[in-house]
């Protein structure tokens, strides 16, 4: 039998490790792209990651220029910001404003176009 005086100093010790293990700070758009974007999207980018075969809609394939090149950089920055059902696609592709920082949602926008080694062409 564990006295409740043990079980709370156990506790906290179990939340402060917890507490300084979980908040990564995600620095670069590489980094968050792992952290928040290869479950739908791959982890080479390219649409197939873990939980994509759950969704009804195929998450977009960012290696692909054809696929890419149709998104302007507002698109993809408002996309980014609001999410799928903003720029009338899937509401499957969930909003990040609230999770990155302005400068973050650049660097994914730059990043992306990394990925797809594209402009933006009509
Ligand atoms: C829960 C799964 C999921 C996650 C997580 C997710 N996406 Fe998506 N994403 C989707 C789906 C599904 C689509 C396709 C929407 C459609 O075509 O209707 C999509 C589409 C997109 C598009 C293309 C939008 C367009 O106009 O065609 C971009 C860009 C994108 N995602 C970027 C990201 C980035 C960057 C992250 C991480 C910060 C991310 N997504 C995280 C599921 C996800």
Not at 76 to 83: I, N
């Amino acid at each position: 039998m564990i006295n409740p005086g043990k079980f709370a100093v156990i506790l906290s010790v179990a939340a402060s490790a917890i507490f300084t293990v979980v908040p990564v700070i995600a620095e670069t758009a590489a980094d968050n792209y792992k952290l928040y974007c290869v479950q739908c999207h791959g982890t080479n980018m390219a649409g197939g990651g873990v939980n994509a075969r759950g969704l009804t809609v195929d998450p977009r394939d960012h290696t692909s220029a054809e696929d890419m090149r149709v998104l302007s950089d507002e698109d993809l920055d408002l996309v980014l910001r609001k999410g799928g059902m903003a720029v009338g696609k899937s509401s499957l592709m969930p909003p990040f404003a609230r999770l990155f920082s302005e400068e973050e949602i650049q660097e994914m926008v730059q990043y992306l176009r990394e990925a797809c080694q594209c402009t933006y062409a009509k």
